[in-house]
């Protein structure tokens, strides 16, 4: 089989470098992985990245969105989700969105952290999806787990 | 005829484990199916999971999401809905999307309870739509059924 | 020429049986057409249906939506539509969308009068698009017709 | 060089025969165009309106839409105008998009007028652009021109 | 190598010649590079603007869209921007979106000033990625850069 090509795309708005991270952790969960990085400057230009990623090979893609604080930040987040979707649909690829929100809290140190956490977590998601298939994550369905803050558990 | 192909998808961010119970009720309302099962992060990685189903064979799919409180997870939300409906259309195949809100109660309980509901009535569906086809619910049609909830009833 | 077909697409979600309304004025209006009924859950449920009717040779399509009240609710809605505009476009077939919100009135009665004056109304109109084609409403436009309501009229 | 052929889509929701109006100023400003005109029961029927129009042959599109007062008409505005680029999309052919909405202003007169004034200038619009091509609007770029209210003006 | 081609589209709608800005700083970035310029009135019509200068040969796109100040002028910008990605997704093209919101700030003179960082910002990324390609930007990942404002700036 031949190894596999994650894409990491990501972003100049981001006020943490979460592609970086994102690079070291699937690069430290699936060694044998090649890795394709697409830089843009926010994440209405993330989806045409992933796209080209993909068709330059990838067989997923993690993307690393930072969203600001007004209303319209937030409908320019929910046109790049859909058109995140979209990319998905149109390849029958994986792309992990990973987005964090500038008044998720008011203190930085914070907000870093809980970048750090949701892009480390989701970059192996990506692994376990891409490497290991469907069945990968369902030991773990239902169990309220969260990225970026401590997991919500399970209700049953 | 060949036996039909179910496909259930649900998330690890989910605080019930309803691709379990999705996987029970098909069962047993319909033993001959066959069902394959996908486990995704959250509710926007469900779309293209849907779509990965549908192309491994599914006469149909279940998915089971559970989306946060905050209006960024109603974005999400929105997004996924649209995502879901395109899949459908890209492949005029039933998707049955149950989602739970995890502000359509403050009792975790009763959540529970709403989201255990929701998942069985919306599995029988499915394999009615699948196994009956399109007239299948039409002596139904316009009771006010509700799933999670009681029935509202007819208003004629 | 061929009889039309008509496709009528309704939910269990509804509290009126709108789909048996619409089927009686299509068949009165144009007697000699023929009507394929869908049922679904809801109205997430119903671009799809569209779309299967229109690939089993309708001619034009009428769903039968109703939504609840909350923000969730009309989110759905608002996936539901750019659902149903986009059967449209992929098959160049109109798609002619009933909606009732169950916030439109506290009147149980008299939700039931809007939704059944809605149905029979654009059952008309749709007989009238796929019969008489794109003047058969020309001698109408701007004259402010309403479905479920009084005409609001014109204003020059 | 063929004459150029003009789609107008309007509706029997508006209140101002707004089709009319197009079709006398396209008529006036390229008369050696020909012009196919569609009516349609709303707004959310304008997008496979316009497409069925330019299937028909049309060089490009204008649409007339009046939209309501409430929330879920604005709803409906979104779905309609996703669309309406969708179209355009499809079919790399400019459709114009007017749209009166209700609560523009209180005054009926005054809504009429803006009706009026909106569908002029976009008619002529749509002429230059199909006829003199994408060079043709170049001269007012940045001008802060408005359509059924006064020009903003410039700020530079 | 055949030299780059770069489109530029903008409004008749917007208040700053910003269409003229992107094509000087286009030009001084990448002086071999050729512009081809299309004029709209509305963003509703820049994403047909930018599918038609990519057929015409463009290699990235960069559009200027002005919006106002009501919900339904934001409603336009969700569409737009939607569309605005579709575009880019339909043909693995880069479409810098540069948005200019008339209630970004009450002072004229300021709304000017952002309007012209914004578009010779963007324009320079155009050039980058369209030139130097995925790794163009990656050196500035994470950098909390801002287009309009003073740079927000890394948390970590």
């Not at 989700?81 to 998905?88: A, D, E, H, K, N």
């Not at 956490?117 to 990506?126: E, M, Q, T």
Request: charged share 30%.
């Amino acid at each position: 089989m031949t190894d596999r090509i994650y894409g990491v795309a990501d972003t100049t708005f981001s006020r943490v470098n979460m592609g970086e991270i994102a690079v070291k952790t699937i690069t430290k969960e699936d060694p044998e992985g090649k890795i394709i990085r697409y830089t843009v400057p926010g994440i209405k230009d993330l989806p045409v990245a992933a796209k080209k990623l993909i068709e330059e090979g990838c067989d997923g893609v993690i993307t690393l969105g930072w969203v600001g604080k007004t209303q319209l930040d937030k409908y320019s987040y929910l046109a790049a989700s859909i058109g995140l979707i979209t990319v998905q649909l149109m390849t029958s690829t994986h792309v992990i969105d990973v987005t964090i929100h500038e008044d998720e809290t008011e203190d930085e140190e914070r907000l870093r952290d809980i970048a750090i956490d949701r892009a480390k977590k989701h970059s192996i998601n990506l692994v376990k999806l891409v490497r290991d298939g469907r069945s990968a994550l369902t030991g773990l369905a239902g169990k309220g787990l969260r990225q970026g803050y401590e997991n919500a558990g399970q209700l049953d």
